[in-house]
């Protein structure tokens, strides 16, 4: 029973999770700080308020604190902005595929004899050398990506 917990907490995911809940949950005091430190007086300095956390109303004697969920929710967007632009973002781009890979792959055929991706416009396989009929009528013939 110990080797199998011991098995599951090795495995690479889960060491890779819990740092990144680590990891997140100090990024989040961080931007915590940045909104209470600096966005909120700028705000309120725009806004005549000094701080939002203050902000609150009564209805039969229950204080309602209104303003901390105001820093929450600014909290929140900029956390999520800065995730976004600095994690998502380039993420895509280094997963995107370059067009030019796509267009080749798109001008390519099956060799009918060894099965390799040619060029559509090959009349010799550049693998097993046998000779490939032109394509003709429009056909592409493309190898699936």
């Keep these: ?30 931007v915590t700080a940045l909104v209470a430190d600096f966005i909120t007086p700028i ?9 939002f956390s203050d902000l609150s109303f009564t ?9 901390h969920f105001i820093n929450a929710v600014i909290a ?7 995730i976004y632009f600095l994690v998502v973002l380039p993420l895509e781009r280094v997963l995107r ?14 060799c009918p004899e ?6 559509a416009e090959a009349r ?8 490939i009929e032109p394509l003709t009528g429009g056909t592409t013939g493309a190898v699936p990506a």
């Design 1 to 30: 029973m110990l080797k199998g917990f011991k098995d599951f907490i090795s495995r690479g995911n889960v060491v890779d999770l819990a740092v990144a809940v680590v990891m997140g949950a100090a990024f989040g005091a961080v």
């Design 43 to 51: 705000i309120a300095a725009i806004g005549g308020q000094p701080d």
């Design 59 to 67: 209805i039969n004697g229950s204080k309602f604190a209104y303003g």
């Design 76 to 82: 929140f967007v900029i956390l999520a902005a800065a």
């Design 97 to 110: 595929q370059p067009d030019s890979e796509k267009d080749a792959d798109a001008s390519a055929r099956a």
């Design 114 to 119: 060894c099965l390799s991706s040619i060029p």
């Design 124 to 131: 010799r396989c550049m693998y097993c050398t046998s000779e």
